[in-house]
């Protein structure tokens, strides 16, 4: 793992990356982001339906295959694995 994986590893997507508690939260529901450009990161889905969750995300980044404005897109694993509440597979960029 490189030093900029490093860095996303355990962050919440969105937060300002030298937020002083950059993990996650108490009280709070996380997807953890799996491979592609935001692998490591954690998607806080507190509040999202189960409608929202099932449709995966399309999510604003930098890293990805069209650099900044582009979007890496994200789905729910399917069956995460025993003691895992929500896995989020990278399925692609998008412009």
């Known amino acids: 793992m490189d030093s900029d994986e490093e860095l996303l590893r355990g962050r919440i997507y969105g937060e300002d990356h030298d937020h002083p508690r950059p993990g996650p939260k108490p009280g709070r529901i996380y997807a953890e982001l799996v ?5 490591g990161l954690l998607l806080d889905i507190t509040n999202w339906t189960e409608n929202e969750i099932s449709d ?6 930098e890293l990805g295959q ?4 582009g979007r ?3 789905d729910p ?8 509440r929500h ?3 990278w399925s692609g960029d998008t412009p």
């Open 66 to 69: 069209f650099g900044p404005g």
């Open 56 to 61: 995966g995300a399309a999510l604003m980044t």
């Open 35 to 39: 491979g592609g450009p935001l692998d």
């Open 72 to 74: 890496a897109l994200y």
């Open 87 to 89: 896995q989020w597979d």
């Open 77 to 84: 694993r399917p069956n995460p694995g025993p003691g895992v």
